[in-house]
């Protein structure tokens, strides 16, 4: 028979856990705001009349009611932008142009579905 002998100053061994990693949470990357012409048309026998059909993100359309665009859809939100945007371009080409009249008043709306509105 063997004996072992453990020194009165010696440890015993500890013995060590396994380090779990802490697994970092998973932000899913930053979506940017975005908008899209998908299709300008204009009419050849009155070029006057066209269309415009615009795709884009639902962080564009946070984006514009952050900036004071409000509607009942994104849609209606989106169209408000964009007739910003085209008086915009008008007061810019036509200085002293009374931009302030609505466009409700000038123009007719037709509700195509699927996010399309007829505009004439």
């Known amino acids: 028979m063997t004996a072992v002998l453990i020194a009165q100053n010696e440890q015993p061994k500890k013995i ?16 940017e705001p975005k908008v899209d012409i998908l299709k300008f048309d204009f009419d050849p026998a009155d070029p006057r009349l066209g269309s415009i059909e615009l795709d884009w993100n639902s962080e564009f359309v946070e984006l514009l009611t952050k900036h004071g665009y409000v509607g009942n859809s994104e849609e209606e939100i989106v169209d408000r932008w964009l007739n910003d945007v085209c008086r915009t371009i008008i007061s810019n080409q ?9 466009a409700a008043t000038l123009v007719n709306r037709k509700n195509l579905g699927e996010g399309k509105t007829e505009i004439s």
């Open 16 to 31: 060590r856990k396994p380090r779990v990693k802490k697994e970092k949470p998973i932000t899913p990357p930053k979506v």
């Open 94 to 102: 036509y200085p002293g142009t009374n931009t302030s009249i609505s």
